[in-house]
């Protein structure tokens, strides 16, 4: 199966490198990579629990902005995310399902008239298939964590390959020299189909200049390509979505999902001359209707320049 997956990666990059070839100017010009995990956060090993999102941009020389063409900045995407019930040994009745997705994905990043772009299409692999069942048993069995029980697994979300389509539009308020406001509105359908309005807000002098994307999950904003300055940003944010449907939580299980979806969140960045820093703390609200409470995750990500 970890075979088949880096093929499928591969699949997806050949394309990318393609272009590469073919376009002198066209390189990777940008990477970035996200670690969020609840112990992180509320330090509890529950339902979002853990992913891994992992971004490479491909395009011309950055000049400090997205270009207005289509295709002439693309993003590689892949995420893996582990879904949990409260409980890995006896988990409560009516409480979610244990899921394992794995997701590939080619956004199309763009600025017209001021407003950013974002246009993307991919494929997310659920299921056992993907082999996150078995990674996390390892994983508890080595830091001693209660591992998932037969019965968990055995109930986990079945196997499925879902196409997904997404789209978000934003636009930066300059509010003064140090901070603004970005509001935005994205939409997604495929493994989950929503719509989403809501607001980011960074103090500091680190976003001029430099390309953030937003992780699906938590909704925080990562760096991908590096801006100038140094120093400290503080960045925020909110935003509501409404939630027609999720694989993760398969009505015809008895499943009730939340229509009505909050998060919240609070970042801070570092960056220095050869290295940067961020950490990040995201409240994400109730997703299915027996959710007792919403939960804390933290999300980290580390940057080093050679």
């Known amino acids: 199966m970890v075979r088949k997956i880096a093929a499928m990666a591969l699949a997806l990059l050949l394309p990318v490198q393609s272009l590469a070839e073919t376009e002198q100017q066209r390189h990777k010009i940008g990477y970035g990579l996200m670690f969020t995990n609840d112990l992180m956060g509320d330090g509890k090993d529950r339902w979002r629990t853990g992913s891994l999102t992992s971004s490479r941009m491909y395009g011309h ?6 270009p207005a063409g289509f295709g002439e900045l693309l993003e590689l995407r892949i995420q893996g995310q582990i ?37 993307g299409a991919g ?8 082999q996150l069942d078995e990674f996390q048993d390892w994983l508890h069995d080595l830091a001693g964590a209660p591992q998932p029980s037969a019965s968990v697994r ?10 997904l389509v997404s789209a978000e539009i934003g636009r930066d308020l300059t509010l003064s020299q140090r901070s603004a406001l970005r509001p935005f509105v994205e939409a997604r359908a495929g493994d989950e189909t929503y719509l989403r309005a809501g607001i980011d807000l960074s103090y500091g002098q680190l976003g ?36 027609a449907d999720s694989i993760y939580l398969p009505e015809g299980q008895g499943y009730g999902l939340e229509n009505s979806r909050h998060r919240a969140r609070v970042g801070l960045r570092w960056q220095g001359q050869n290295m940067a820093a961020f950490y990040g703390l995201s409240y994400l609200g109730k997703e299915f209707s027996t959710q007792s409470e919403g939960q804390l995750t933290g999300s980290l990500q580390l940057q080093l320049r050679f």
Request: proline residues 5%; without cysteine.
């Open 154 to 163: 055995a109930n986990q979300v079945g196997n499925k390959f879902q196409p």
């Open 208 to 243: 001029q200049g430099s390309l953030s994307v937003r992780e699906s999950i938590t909704g925080q904003r990562y760096s991908v390509i590096h801006g100038g300055g140094t120093g400290l940003t503080l960045t925020a944010g909110a935003d509501i979505a409404y939630v």
């Open 61 to 66: 020389d950055w000049q400090g902005q997205a």
């Open 123 to 130: 494929l997310a692999i659920v299921g056992p298939q993907t």
């Open 83 to 119: 879904i949990a019930p409260a409980d890995l040994k006896t988990p409560d009745t009516g409480d979610r399902p244990w899921a394992g997705a794995l997701s590939f994905e080619l956004n199309n990043h763009m600025q017209r008239g001021g407003a950013e772009i974002v246009l």
